[in-house]
């Protein structure tokens, strides 16, 4: 599964597998680190990383969190990859400032219900993606020209692809 970690302005972008005999893999810019947690709590964890111990009181609750451990204290927001596809679904491509509606998950071009030229009014319809057996009607995220359209109905698309702009 893969996680976003934002702290302090900065982004990591983590990967974490099981491992057979019990435990986590972390992946963290390119190096693995070997992650056991004990949860003695719903909020008092023991992680061991690799062979340093932490103690951490988590006091909030995803996505945004506040950490304090080892004399320290830190607030992070963790997404995961899903969740934060799904809320790119909800938002139906809003969340983009440059007028580019963009796929929020791999998937695939169903119907496209505007075409280049077409003047489109935000929050309207604009293209169907399927995604995870699910079909998908993505909204424009202001109101404009239909400058390009970027993909054709059947295409599969990757996550982020832009599918049109408006402008």
Known sequence: M??????????????????????????????????????????????????RVLDWVVS??????SVAGSGARLDARVESARARALEGMRSGGRKNDDGKVKSPMPGKVVKLLVAEGDSVSEGAPVVVVEAM????????????????????EGDTVESAAPLLTIA
């Open 60 to 65: 909030t609750q995803a996505p945004d969190l």
């Open 2 to 51: 893969k996680y976003f970690v934002s702290v302090g302005g900065n982004e990591l972008e983590v990967g974490v597998r099981e491992r057979p005999g019990g435990g986590y893999v972390a992946s963290i810019a390119g190096v693995d680190r070997r992650v056991d947690v004990t949860e003695r709590s719903k909020t008092d964890l023991t992680l061991r990383v690799d062979a």
């Open 133 to 152: 057996k699910m079909e998908n009607e993505l909204a424009a995220p202001k109101s404009g020209t239909v400058t390009r359209v970027y993909v054709a």
